[in-house]
């Protein structure tokens, strides 16, 4: 890593909001056959999300995007709120469907009426970006808000970030730091690393410490922070 500098120092901005797809897995420890008896004979909506986490992850199985669809599918028309999100995410990036923005959004929206943290944080990010719609970034940050609060490290980081440079909403930089200290108390890298530049430098209510900078700032790099500094 580069010396760093006392003045000066660069934040890490987003690029751009990228969807995500629901990865928890209420059944993870139970055996395949087992999870597959209950998706089919049982018609279990957990099971059937579980199934297709695993065939979407390759996790214990061979990666099929095209079953992990239909076993979202199965689960999502019992109103699963993670399949619900995970099929808009694969109709908005067109994973063994075409890409349809309107049929992407349908089903966030379904996830997100249910409180799901994925499906809030792609709807957000669908209105940040004005993909299929017009954008809106108070829409957006008002899902972001609602995505983080429920606890996804991604939202937490990316809500830091509008407030960081003000993209579309009022810049706020103590609630900035608020939301990069919460991403990074999970260990999220660019949450870290911009933490660590408003140690360097003093701001947003913090006491310049530049011991506690360097910390942030290296875990940042080790975690994959690509930045000059990094370097």
Not at 33 to 57: C, S
Not at 83 to 101: K, P, R
Not at 169 to 194: C, M, T, V
Request: glycine share 10%.
């Amino acid at each position: 890593m580069k010396k760093l500098l006392t003045t000066g120092l660069l934040f890490l901005f987003l690029a751009g909001s990228a969807g995500a797809q629901a990865v928890e897995e209420s059944l993870k420890n139970v055996p395949y056959d087992e999870v597959l008896k209950m998706a089919t004979e049982n018609n279990d909506p957990k099971a059937q999300y579980d199934l297709g986490v695993r065939y979407f992850e390759g996790e214990g199985v061979e990666k099929d995007p095209l079953k992990a669809r239909e076993w979202y599918e199965k689960a999502a028309a019992q109103g699963h709120s993670g399949a619900e999100s995970n099929l808009g995410y694969m109709y908005e990036n067109a994973i063994t469907v075409e890409q349809d923005y309107a049929k992407a959004k349908e089903y966030y929206e379904k996830g997100a009426a249910k409180n799901d943290k994925y499906a809030l944080f792609n709807l957000a990010s669908v209105y940040k970006e004005g993909r299929g719609v017009a954008k809106d970034p108070l829409k957006a940050k008002e899902l972001f808000e609602k995505s983080a609060q429920l606890g996804l490290v991604n939202a937490q980081y990316h809500l830091g970030d509008m407030y960081l440079t003000g993209a579309g909403i009022d810049k706020d930089l103590n609630k900035a730091r608020y939301w990069f200290e919460k991403a990074a108390e999970q260990g999220q890298p660019e949450s870290q690393f911009n933490l660590g530049i408003m140690y360097e430098n003093g701001i947003a209510g913090l006491k310049r410490d530049h011991n506690k900078a360097m910390e942030l700032i290296e875990k940042g790099c080790e975690g994959g922070v690509e930045h000059q500094i990094c370097q």
